[in-house]
């Protein structure tokens, strides 16, 4: 991709050599002079909607990756050609993610390091966790309620009403099945939340029992499993919405969706599954019937050794995963045989790209064609 000027005339060229040219005011919009944006905060101090809908290029030059422009309007700014085709080209800082199943054996692990959210190395495990949808930090430090300090050193904390963080530990008359010792089988957490919650850690501060494995699943991968070998069932996750709904003393929280979402190309864009506290509604019996042939098919895959990866979480490990993608689970564990303490909290997407953005252009890594 190649910008020219050809007549005055701002033009770009794609990689099949076709030419079309720029408005010159969406270049106009994105001149950044001192008397046209903030010094401080990069934002626009004019609406540009009130532009002159005529506006057109007077004078343009090209020097060394710059290009010069003056506008009719009198306005002159130079452009760095790299960052107008970085936004034409519309990359995100995520490269693409990579599906896997319970064949993966290089789990994505850091030793984590105080100074570790600034540096190049957050970078490529934030990359990682985009790609495989999770990254392990082994010794963060195990004291109370580090995790709260870990999970705004990426970003902002998001409290629900279990609290800015929660404890996963066996206690008496628990208000949700994560707070016993019973095997939980792969689900995402919170579907019934609005927004739902995007990224989960848990860090692990005690493991003296032998079971309670902690147990993941891609949930894109069992998707595309679907979507490539069972077209019916693949279609019905993700046309049925399902309402999810958690009760307790003090709250009832309700929200809907389906088993498989997709974006506006189709692409799945989350899962969601929790067979705690889901429920279809009263659609007709024939519906129902391939709903429930339907959810039974993902629940096996979901289940099965051909998908599920299985590991001990040590103390001072912590596992950040991405809730609308993977699902998570454990093994059972016996109390008496010692402590199993984890302490867990969510965080939102925007986060993590937002940190990715700022590692990108604080290591100059923005342009890499
Ligand atoms: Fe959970």
Known sequence: MKINIIEDKIVLT????????????WLRE?????????KYNDQRLYDPSQLDQNL???????NNGHLNIEFTDGVKFEYEVNNLLYEIDKKEPIENIILWNSDFNKKPTAIYENNIFETKAMYDLLQDFYKY???????VPTEDNYIVKF???IGTIRPTNFGESFSVKSVPEPNDLAY?????????????RKPIPCIQLLHCLENEVNGGLSTLVDGFAVAEHLKKNHQDIFKILTKTKVRFRFVDKTIILENWGELIELDDNNKVKQVRYSTRLDYVPALEKKELKLFYKARKSIADLYASSKFEIKFKLDKGDLLMMDNHRLLHGRTSYDPNEGKRYLKGCYIDHDSTEGKLRHLERKFDLKWKK
């Open 151 to 153: 999970a705004n050193s």
């Open 133 to 139: 949808g999770f990254v392990i930090f082994k010794n």
């Open 14 to 25: 794609s990689l099949s050599n076709e030419n079309f040219e720029i408005h010159p005011l």
């Open 180 to 192: 016993t010792s019973i095997a939980l089988t792969p689900h995402t957490d919170n579907p019934y």
């Open 56 to 62: 057109k290029i007077k004078k343009a030059t090209m």
């Open 30 to 38: 994105r001149a950044k002079t001192k008397t046209l944006v903030d």
